[in-house]
């Protein structure tokens, strides 16, 4: 199995008195999360009840591992050795599965696991910053913010992938020119909004956009749409820019761009503009689209992870414990997302709980 040839590659925490093969908890705790298990105890539930299930796959000469040997194997698992197994495992198992290779955009964005804080730090919980595939929905890699923040984690994410042929998209956090230098290095291109973070480059370019809308040669982008009892118009055009020089200037800054939104509810109106750096010129429609698509990360990642799996609920904190379940969480939605039988998400899990095939 390409899974247990993967994973057997991670470094075993344990001494060598471990009586069950690290590959197999492994397997076992993602194939529980897969089918509805949170936490550990009812890990060794689900491969109590599944025992004859379960070896059809992996040996289990001593048994289900006991709900302890899974909480002291996920807090004390290395989680970037974890995470660079689950890359791994990804790119064989979306080969088998045909499921293309990361193509046109990928988000970037953090998200707290707000129950999984130590003792005391309530106030900071961990955060996971996941790269996502905004075409394949799949998680390409993660990585625990911890030194440096969310900022710091995500060049760390971005550093495992290559980014050739790929638009990165993220939010102003990380409108910096390190961010800006990781993903050109990477060969990739950006669209990163831009806000007060940056004060001298927004008036810069809120300045050139201001001067543009009054020019008759700008090309504007507008739709209007029509959905959940609200009416809404997005306008987005996009002009050359060349930022001031300086220490702190973005690496490849070519463009700039503006994307307002007029929405409408019970006839109220709200407006809100926004301004994005970009490391390549595309036609206002295509900017429009790339910004719409980076949300795609909150609903189609971030929502699942919490009314699917229940992650915000979720209180393993003991060393890596929160890091590793979330690496299980995210391969799962991706395991979920490659059965092609369209039917909702929830609907495969219960799948995989109930039809042993």
Known sequence: MVFLDVFGEVPDPRDLTAQHPLPEILFVAFAAVLCGATHCTEMELFAKNRLDLLRQFIPLERGVPSHDTFSRVLAALDPVALNDA??????AFGEQARIDAPKGQVAID?????????????????LVVTVFGCDTFMSLAQTVAREGGEVQAAIAALKLL???GLTVTADALHCHRRMTKTVREGGGH????????QSKLANEANAALD???????????????????RHEVRRAFLIPFAQTPGKNALVDLCAVGRVESWRTVAGKTTHKVRCYALSRKMPANELLATVRRHWCIENDLHWQLDVLLGEDQIRGRKN????NHAILRRLTLNVLRADPENIPLSHKRLKARWADQ
């Open 86 to 91: 689950f890359m791994r495992f990804m790119a």
């Open 162 to 164: 290559s980014l050739k």
């Open 190 to 197: 950006y669209v990163i909004a831009i806000k007060g973070n």
């Open 110 to 126: 953090g998200k707290s696991l707000r129950r999984a804080y130590a003792k005391g730090h309530s106030h900071m919980p961990p």
């Open 320 to 323: 890596n414990t929160a890091a």
């Open 211 to 229: 001067k543009a809308v009054a020019g008759k040669a700008t090309k504007f982008h507008q739709t209007e749409e029509d959905a959940h009892g």
